[in-house]
């Protein structure tokens, strides 16, 4: 028999799936997005108990709420469900995003603008050309933007199909360029926003760049879904694959992650014990992207329902994982150009790829369903992760 806590979170992810687009839908409540998290507001192994959380811009006061009338989360969980939360028997909490949630991270600007939106490197420098191929480093589609614009996103994890291909997975949004790529597309490395002034005018058109710093080129996207006057459809996954061409970069560090280990393998779902009530494995999480470099971060909430900003509009996603940094990490779990990491978890298990983020709390598609969708835009079979 399950216990009480794992009906309570059963009877949490229920609402959340019931209900949460009609929350979204409130243009009244500012809720951003809604999903399944802990009262605490801390890791979803922590002791506490399980919650319907929504997601704001900015928290604010009752006083506040009622100046500018905006609804208490209370009073739309009622709206739309009937019922107050006590009466459902569920608690509820509104937890500080500090922004909407988007996909700014492929950084992409005009040429002139590059010295603001570089940024600094980490400490451990991803931003530079590598000679052997690794998740974490910098890369980019150039395709319809060089040289006017500079991008760059983040090289996620390494895949083999059953050919034993190699392929590198990213974001739609780094490498697909928001559904207007084309197969064949050439992936250069480092992204043309990392390349120094020297370079730059080295490789002045797209032709000589593509010539000197591919990687790969592209070979299946998942379409990023936008509303329609006829509907908001979901999303599950941002992600792309593009081949490896392994004339052109040593393949002998594939597996690595970035500078911080090796991968080893798909990890397992998050899910919920059902002898326990708690989430079964550890939410303690690592990544490495091409602008905060190796971070840690704690997953705080599941099934998260929300709307993501792109520069094509917005789209909805569901079944999301958002993760905040840890107590011990000295900055933000990601920041823009970091589109596109693996996230491990502590074993250095794939659970993850990062895709968004606000000020806050950074999103993440669950790393199986990337896989399943990549395989079917592929076509070529199972795909596996490259493990060291």
């Not at 000020?359 to 399943?372: F, I």
Request: charged letters at 25%; proline letters at 5%.
């Amino acid at each position: 028999m399950a216990k009480a806590a794992d009906v309570c979170v059963t009877s949490v992810r229920d609402w959340v799936r019931k209900y949460g687009n009609a929350v979204l839908d409130d243009p009244t409540n500012g809720i951003i997005g809604i999903g399944v998290g802990k009262k605490s507001t801390g890791a979803l192994d922590d002791d506490s108990g399980f919650c319907v959380t929504g997601f704001v811009q900015r928290k604010l006061t009752r006083k506040q709420l009622k100046a500018r009338a905006i609804p208490e989360f209370s009073a739309s969980f009622a709206a739309v469900s009937g019922s107050r939360p006590e009466q459902q028997a569920l608690e509820i909490d509104v937890v500080d995003a500090g922004s909407t949630f988007s996909a700014t991270p492929k950084l992409r600007v005009d040429k002139s603008q590059r010295g603001p939106y570089g940024g600094p490197p980490p400490s451990v420098d991803l931003q530079k050309k590598f000679e052997a191929i690794r998740g974490g480093i910098g890369i980019t589609n150039p395709a319809g933007a060089y040289p006017e614009f500079l991008s760059v996103g983040t090289l996620g994890f390494i895949v083999c199909d059953p050919q034993e291909r190699l392929y590198l997975v990213s974001n739609n949004h780094v490498i697909a360029n928001e559904n207007d790529a084309r197969k064949g597309n050439v992936v250069v490395q480092p992204g043309t926003l990392d390349l120094t002034d020297t370079e730059l005018d080295l490789m002045d058109t797209l032709a000589r760049l593509r010539n000197r710093l591919r990687i790969a080129k592209l070979s299946a996207w998942v379409d990023i879904e936008f509303p329609t006057a006829a509907q908001i459809p979901f999303n599950e996954v941002d992600c792309a694959i593009a081949e490896i061409e392994q004339s052109r970069r040593s393949v002998t560090e594939a597996a690595r992650i970035g500078l911080g280990g090796v991968s080893r393998g798909l990890g397992p779902d998050y899910r919920i014990d059902a002898d326990t009530g708690r989430v079964a494995g550890s939410t303690r999480v690592y990544k490495a992207g091409r602008t905060t470099g190796w971070t840690e971060g704690e997953v705080v909430a599941l099934n998260v329902l929300t709307d993501v900003e792109y520069g094509a509009g917005v789209a909805r996603f569901r079944n999301q994982i958002a993760i905040k940094p840890t107590a011990d990490n000295t900055g933000p779990f990601s920041n823009r150009g970091d589109s596109g990491s693996g996230i491990y978890n502590e074993t250095h298990k794939l659970v993850a790829l990062l895709f968004a983020g606000s000020e806050t709390r950074t999103l993440a598609n669950p790393a199986r369903k990337v896989m399943s969708a990549l395989e079917s835009a592929l076509g070529r079979g199972r795909l596996t992760v490259v493990r060291g």
